[in-house]
């Protein structure tokens, strides 16, 4: 696909161009902490898998330059005003919504942040953003942590071999996802590893009460990992942007309020997401919790203790009923499984990254801002290159 | 009422062979999801099956090596962090067919395993190599070895180890014999380095510096041949006894992403000599780097889509190196290697019915007469022997004409009849190497076949007719003592010669067909058509050779002018002649002769036609279905119809074969279980390709340069995959024949890649998939989906297929595709399905890159023509609907507009047409429920163009709605329906949809939503039929996170609503794209291969 026709299957790659950033991802971000303010009283943050730097460029802009983004920045006025004309989401409280524009319109003086400390990190070199530490490294990897503890602390002593930060974090964020295989197993695989590399590294540096958010594949078994996030943060969320794709496995776990369970402590000599350790706690949790006995109300009838409450059925603003199902499963012996509320994020009249736009007359196709600094497949393309192109030709050559 | 799976198709994921029972028969084991399946390899039959985990897939399986008890001898399995011992008495068991006894449990393993192996000493012993590159015995009695290697190998990471090797798409050979330096100090001081804190990125500092500059060093030879990544490379001679390592032991196999097997050689030249000469000239020491090389020998590529994700090799005494490959499509097929194998390689093959000569080239060493020389003039001088290599090029100098074919063609499968530019005449009989003798003739005779033959035959009766320049026709009879004689004399120099009966040729030798119905004029008596330079006459010959003298009986037939002959046929007592530029004629008897019909259709191809079949129907008289290939890479199905003196043709089926564009032939091979095979032959490329269409894989490959040459071929009736090829490269006649393909299907398999559409109607389901493809299977209840053809056309991912009944079926795809497929259930089971693309959609937008997200059709009635009339409407992904009105004869017509917020369409279904209203829902990305109306005027030449009025739009879900049905409660009344969603969101939602009292118009009553219902997003939702009634209703959804759950639904228009979940089930189906409702209530899912869920078993 051409960077034209690109530019109209999907809009936040043009917006991104437009408005400067590295990566359409940025406006993930964005909306991610559009819905849960996840900048507020933050100002110690560490970005992992961060090649090419669209998330880091969003924590240098909101942090440290103070720039303020709203919806303001992908909202699609067209939209507006159709939905207006079409008579449609009535119950939309349309004032608020106005009043945030207005703030993104008033270009009001920056408020830069004080004592911002932000360190980004990936296998992939990163091109310089201001005010920020970048590292290139490896998060799996148990060097890592003294790397990164030496970044956040000067005075860190890398060979005290102490995994915990001495003054910790808010925010770990990553966006970090594998080269998918179309082994959807694997893949899953892969990309959970990732996320427990970004989980057991923001273990070692996140101060409790941080945040912590990571991409996901919603795949297979993805309700056993949100149930083992849940036993490190009081709430975690599953949230989807409007600016990723809905063909698209990927959505964002978002953890606030960092819980450590007590007696815990993090190690990368030690890492989740290998061995038995989390899946042991897990049990341990799951027996506490099954101590407690399910609530029964007397029967006023037969005044036998059978009865279920009732859930209190909520209807909203659309009339919408929320209900609970009963279960009639058969019990059957199963990992913990929970399944973390969903939010979708970035509100209706943003550009939608399904949609094909129509291109104002007279565009003009930008380059990309940052393109790959050092894809995998570079390598490949290199040497097909050399042997004068076009594969299995070459190959019965050499 | 428990949800059953009944059948499962998707991607094959693990294979080993092993040899079972007493009688060592060969089984191939294959990881099917959490299914191990037992293969017989011999007859591609599936033996038994049993799941080995609750909903892992299966990655791995290792047999136990120990070769001697059977008893003891156990396989390792492994999927994901799971883990199981079954002992080989339990896969016994499961062929046997005997009760198996209880499968071990699971075991879980720390991490992700890799690989695994089975101690070949200590029962029980097992090693496993998890994902982050950490061995982990489980082993009482572990060897030291396997423990010395834990301490050795580093923690590394899964990620950087595939980029290295795979992500290049390079093959590489290591070279890991030599030991360097101290071992113990280098390892204390590489874990010393390795923890410290340092950047750790691609191609770190603590490799470069330690290990690359002599790692790279270490490489040996390089080599690239795949267009993606490679997934696994193995080396044959790990499986090959060590008598066989001297011819093929450094053969290397590579399988990658590409869906291709490659191989390739390895030559290690010999050191010695080298080195030495270096070493006394005192230069430093030859490098091996230099001498070894990696050559590319050959590409399987079998497989559809991407991804060979399993292989196994083995050795079999009587097959040779036989490697098995499993696929993301869900095929298993097996490479014979020798078979496959170059002509050095030929020699060795043990069997001879496996001794395929792909290139017995047929020159003047191995028989006598082929290449011989002769004058200009050539007045008969026939040298008695072969003349010497330097001779014959010496008398080429003189310009002597080499003596050459000029014609040749197989008289029977076993029999060549060739003609020389000499005149004389040669007979190569196949026993089965092929042997030459001349058959001797008159002077006369060899002064009339000089210089111009052609020959045709009729394989069932061993005669064949040789035309000549001068008109004459001989019959030639092969007889142990072949006799030649001539029987007719046409007008000028005979341009072709067809034999009518040649269609059932071959298959009449091994099973007497009922596929042709004996024609009247021929009664099974060889017949021949013969037409003439310069005559617009053909003439019929029909020959009756039973007796000493052959009886010949002469009909001429008039052409129309112009009409060159390329094919011919008799079907029902018509002739039916195809020309060279697509025309087709059809003579029907008339008072002993035959008149020519009045063609009333228009050709479907400007090129020449090179075969015509008939297909047997038992269709009224005066209709006949026949078979067409054609030059243009085509091959085509058509009904003709007679109607006193005229004829109709209706294109019923049009497929463009994967190979092409030359399609030779067509013919039929009928299977030892009475099903027949609809074989095609033709050229690609430089190859010589038989493909059979039925089980869609082709059979026979020749490399015979190219489609410009002469040829000629013959099936064998003892395979499907038998075929003798002959051909003329570089001025000689080579030979290729082979009685078994040099790979076979041990299961056949579906679309290569993720599957977006199913849509049933009566015992067909169509499927689209992101391969671009759309498959036709027949559904039996109980039996696998079996495809009946592919539809190649779409060039986007297909996005949405719907019938209409079983006569059309429509497909939507990107770029503003849309097709529109006439379907024609056949009669016979060979084809089954005719379908033809009737019409291709071109009213696009101005840059014509949108998606058509989803469509619905609705029939209106029938445009004058009766075809068919329909209204269909659009959902693009530019947020806007549009209406058209479509039939065979008017095309596509634009009725109605609308347009949305901007949010992508996800969903739309047409809810009713009532006084020329369209009524249509809708659902989009944002989460919301539209119900539109359009008032729809069918009068074509309006111009006005109706807009779609949005009469609700009420939000449901968070965000994309993926996935709806609506089945609506009553027939009577006003109209009320229940909507089940499925969204992005997680979540689930019921919805009831009523008519208002007062307006008329539809109205969303109660709206219940149970979230979250699964752990992903809910791309498939269905409303079963049977269990559906007013208050009830039984739903099934999958989901991305690979479950399968069943819902009842109770009351869902009132406010005591009650949800139940009723059974949750582990799906095989990654990343599901669809799931539809079968004729018998089964429901089918598709994404990741497809499966049937029987909800009420």
Known sequence: M????????????????????????????????????????????????????????????????????GRAAWQ???????????????????????????????????????????????????????????????????????????????????????????????????????????????????????????????????????????????????????????????????????????????????????????????????????????????EERKNALSLEAPTVLQNPETSTWDCVPEHSRKTDADGVTEVEFEDLRAPEKDDVRWIAPFIACGDLSAFDSDASYRLPPGHVSLDPVQPPTAPPYKRALEMRKLAGGAYGKTGTKS | MQLHRESVLNPVTALSFIVLGIDRRRHLLAGEDNHLRVYDVESSRLCGQA?????????????????????????????????????????????????????PGEIAAPDRVLYGILSPYASGGLALLTAHNELTCFAVQADAFLWDLVMGVPWLYLGRFRHSLCDDRTIRIWDITEVRGDRSSQRIQYFQEFSAARETGFRDSLVSAAGEGQADDRCLAVAMGHASRIWHVEFSFQVMPERQFDTAALDIWSFGEDATVQKWDMSLHDLQPSMKTLESSGKPVADPKQLTRLSHQA????????????????????????????????????????????????????????SSLPHGSVTSSDSQPPTLTTTPEGTSSVPSGQPPEGQKKKKSK?????????????????????????????????????????????????????????????????????????????????????????????????????????????????????????????????????????????????????????????????????????????????????????????????????????CQYKATTKDAITSISLLPSSTSEGIMDILMTSRDGKYRVHRISIEDEQFQGLLLHETSPPFGPVIESAWFYENTDGSKDLMLCGFRSKNFVVWNETQGREVVTADCGGAHRMFAYTPLSASSEGCRFVFTKSSQLCVFSQLQASHSTLKSGGHGREIRSVASSGPFVATGAEDTNIQLWRYKPCRDLRCITVLEKHTTGIQTLRWYEQSYLFSSGGIEEFFVWKVTPLENDHLGLAVVCEATFTDKSEIGDLRIMDFDIQLLGEDAGANSLFAITMALSDSTLQTYSYSKDNGFHLLARGSYTGACFSQLRHLSFNDSVLEILTAATDGHVGIWKAPISLALDGDDLAQYTALTISRIHQSTIKSLDIRQTSDTGCPSYLLATGGDDNAIAFSHLQQDAESGQLVFGKKHIVRPAHGAAITGVAILKSSFDQNQATVVSISNDQRVLKWRVVDWATGNAKFQLLESHHSAIADAGDLEQLSDDKVIVGGVGMEIWDPLA
């Open chain 1, 2 to 69: 051409g960077k034209s026709s690109k530019d109209k299957r999907d809009a936040y790659y043009r917006l991104a161009k437009e408005q400067g950033w590295r990566a359409r991802s940025a406006f993930k971000l964005l909306q991610l902490d559009e819905e849960f303010d996840l900048f507020a009283d933050v100002t110690r943050v560490v970005d992992l898998c961060a090649a090419p730097g669209s998330w880091s460029q969003v924590l240098s802009r909101v942090l440290i330059k103070g720039e303020k983004f």
């Open chain 1, 76 to 282: 699609n006025r067209e939209v507006k005003f159709r939905k207006q004309m079409l008579g449609v989401f009535g119950p939309v409280k349309e004032a608020p919504e106005e009043q945030v524009v207005e703030v993104d319109h008033t270009e009001d003086e920056l408020k830069p942040r004080k004592d911002v400390k932000i360190v980004s990190i990936d296998l992939q070199p990163i091109s310089p953003l201001p005010g920020i530490i970048t590292l290139r490294a490896d998060i799996t990897h148990p060097a890592t942590v003294p790397l990164l503890l030496n970044a956040l602390d000067p005075d860190y002593d890398a060979t005290s071999k102490d995994q915990k930060a001495a003054h910790p974090v808010d925010l770990v964020i990553s966006d970090g996802a594998p080269d998918v295989t179309g082994l959807h197993d694997l893949d899953i695989y892969v990309q959970s590893q990732l996320l427990f590399a970004a989980l057991n590294l923001a273990l070692c540096v996140l101060k409790p009460g941080g945040k912590f958010v990571a991409k996901i594949f919603r795949g297979k078994n993805v309700d056993v990992l949100y149930a083992q996030l849940k036993i490190f943060f009081e709430e975690v969320h599953v949230a989807k942007p409007r600016s990723s794709r809905a063909s698209s496995v990927e959505a964002f776990i978002v953890c606030l309020n960092f819980q450590p369970p007590e007696g815990f402590s993090a190690s990368l000599e030690e890492p989740l997401g290998v061995g038995y350790r989390l899946t042991d706690m897990m």
């Open chain 2, 51 to 103: 799941p080995i985990f609750k909903s892992q897939s299966i990655h791995g399986i290792c047999v136990s090596p120990c070769p001697n008890d059977r008893k003891k001898r156990q396989v390792l399995i492994w999927g994901g962090t799971s883990v199981s011992v079954v002992p080989q008495t339990l896969i016994e068991q499961l062929v046997s067919g005997d009760v198996p006894s209880r499968i």
């Open chain 2, 299 to 354: 590409t399987y590529h079998n497989h559809s889509g991407k991804h060979i994700w399993s292989r196994a090799l083995t050795w079999d005494d009587a097959y040779g190196l036989l490697i098995a490959t499993g696929g993301s499509d869900g095929r298993i097929l097996l490479v014979r290697a020798s078979q496959a194998a170059s002509r050095s390689c030929l020699n060795e093959v043990p069997l001879e019915e496996y």
């Open chain 2, 398 to 598: 003189f310009r002597k004409v080499k003596e050459t074919f000029n014609h040749f063609n197989f008289v029977s499968e076993s029999s060549l009849l060739a003609i020389t530019n000499s005149g004389r005449l040669f007979r190569g009989v196949f026993k089965p190497e092929i042997s030459w003798d001349e058959v001797t003739v008159v002077p006369e005779v060899r002064e009339s076949l000089r210089s111009y033959t052609v020959i045709a035959s009729s394989g069932s009766t061993g005669t064949a007719l040789i035309g000549t320049s001068s008109g004459t026709v001989y019959l030639y009879r092969d007889y142990a003592v072949p006799v030649i004689e001539p029987i007719a004399q046409v007008s000028g120099k005979v341009e072709g010669l067809f034999d009518l009966s040649r269609k059932t040729k071959y298959i009449q030798v091994s099973s007497p067909s009922d596929d042709i119905k004996p024609s009247a004029v021929s009664s099974d008596l060889p017949l021949f058509l013969v037409t003439a330079f310069g005559s617009p006459a053909a003439i019929l010959l029909t020959l009756d050779s039973s007796m000493d003298n052959a009886q010949v009986t002469k009909t001429e037939l008039a052409l129309d002018k112009g009409f060159a002959v390329t094919t011919a046929a008799i079907c029902d007592r018509h002739v039916i002649l195809g020309s060279r530029n697509g025309r087709v004629s059809v003579l029907k008897p008339y008072q002993g002769g035959y008149s020519v019909l009045e």
